[in-house]
């Protein structure tokens, strides 16, 4: 059914909340995007979005999360060329589409439906990394972006390539390569491990950018397959006092029907992998769950994903010695590498003859035009003395004793 809808109708101030083509409540939002108040009536509670839910006005602050961080990339530069008044505003002309899950906005006596709007069948033709737009309407359909939700600080932007297929471009925080690089050596690891469950990224050259790499991914969610963060799942109940955040995840992760010894298997290995490439950033958003579009059933941990900060990308100097990993900061279920690692039952799960060589690392980092030779053996030397802190550890050793003891 084609749909003659004018952008002026879509700027309606009253939108139904809708899970694909079902409504679950109604709410209204200023002209800019700002949700004012929502009826707390839902049709259908079970569908409705799990995260922020343990606070006051959750679905509030829902959807102000929702939104594109202004920080990223040249989201600013963009907001201000299309003279729009945030990244909330971006994300109501965009009916708050994403390509992890399936809510949206139908603003209230519009004919949309989720055929018409859906991003993982109609096409889409924007480019944050250039400032490239063409929203134009499409037989009938509104021209709208996946990009309105894309989380995170790091520039990037959804794209279609000449498959078809929904990919994910990242670019870097300046003129260095190193998080793209870095997301093709953790996808090395997982692929020497024999690991099923990583996303694979490929390196590419972006034009007019100060890097000489950036890198992308295919989307790994679907019209069957959404994506639940870590994050979601934690603010959806508030926790006990007497568990910790991680098995507060895991416990409420079982009860949307997931195989927990499979989740801490996954979870496992990832903190083990994370603390081989010093991955600093798993925070709560970098790691999530596949849920069953039908069922609401959590299936299994998404693949492995946004690794990109690792291996001492974002330190001015890399730590020399085994003693001085022990000062470095990281952002997940814990503060400390060493904390993650107490979390760690079974210290079998990684290979340790099966991981990339040092040599391999200095290959990967040798692309890097912008990089000095002295950067590029202070990251091959730190990656050495991860491995041997790791293997040490694997054999049962504490690494707190290890390091203090080097």
């Known amino acids: 059914m084609a749909i003659n809808k004018k952008n002026s109708d879509i700027l309606n101030r009253q939108y139904f909340i809708m899970r694909k083509n079902d409504v679950l409540t109604v709410a209204d939002f200023t002209t800019d995007g700002i949700m004012l108040r929502y009826s707390q009536n839902f049709q259908n509670e079970k569908k409705m979005p799990l995260q922020s839910k343990s606070e006051t006005d959750w679905l509030k602050q829902w959807w102000k999360l929702r939104s594109i961080p202004i920080g990223q990339g040249k989201v600013r530069e963009m907001l201000e060329r299309k003279g729009l008044f945030g990244p909330e505003d971006y ?11 399936y809510y949206w906005l139908k603003p209230v006596g519009s004919e949309l439906c989720w055929e018409d709007v859906n991003l993982f069948d109609n096409d889409f033709r924007e480019d944050l990394l250039h400032l490239k737009y063409d929203n134009s309407e499409k037989e009938g359909t509104p021209g709208l972006t996946p990009n309105g939700s894309l989380q995170g600080q790091l520039e990037k932007t959804w794209m279609i390539n000449e498959h078809g297929e929904r990919i ?17 050596i953790a996808g090395e690891l997982h692929k020497l491990q024999g690991y099923d469950n990583y996303t694979p990224y490929s390196l590419l050259e972006i034009s007019g950018r100060p890097y000489d790499y950036g890198c992308y991914s295919k989307a790994f969610t679907s019209q069957k397959l959404e994506l639940v963060s870590a994050y979601a799942v934690v603010t959806s109940e508030k926790k006990q006092n007497d568990i910790s955040q991680y098995e507060n995840f895991i416990r409420i992760c079982g009860k949307h029907g997931i195989d927990t010894e499979q989740l801490r298997r996954d979870l496992e290995y990832q903190i083990m992998t994370d603390y081989i490439l ?30 990109g900060k690792c291996l001492f990308v974002d330190m001015q100097g890399v730590p020399s010695t085994a003693k001085d990993m022990l000062e470095i900061e990281v952002t997940s279920f814990a503060a400390t590498e060493q904390k ?21 690392i200095r290959s990967m980092y040798e692309k890097d035009s912008h990089m000095s030779r002295e950067r590029v053996n202070s990251i091959v030397r730190g990656y050495e003395i991860k491995l041997d802190l790791f293997r040490s550890w694997q054999l049962g050793g504490d690494i707190r004793k290890i390091s203090v003891g080097r």
Not at 297 to 303: D, H, I, M, S, T
């Open 91 to 101: 994300l109501i002309r965009n009916l708050g589409l994403s390509l992890t899950d």
């Open 168 to 184: 994910l471009v990242k670019g870097n925080r300046d003129r260095f390569s190193g998080e793209s690089l870095n997301e093709v």
């Open 278 to 307: 010093t991955g600093t950033d798993r925070h709560l958003s970098n790691i999530s769950v596949l849920r069953d579009a039908d069922s609401l059933r959590f299936l299994r941990v998404a693949p492995i994903y946004d690794s």
């Open 340 to 360: 993650l690692l107490s979390y760690v039952t079974d210290r079998s799960l990684v290979d340790a003859t099966l991981l990339p060589s040092p040599e391999y």
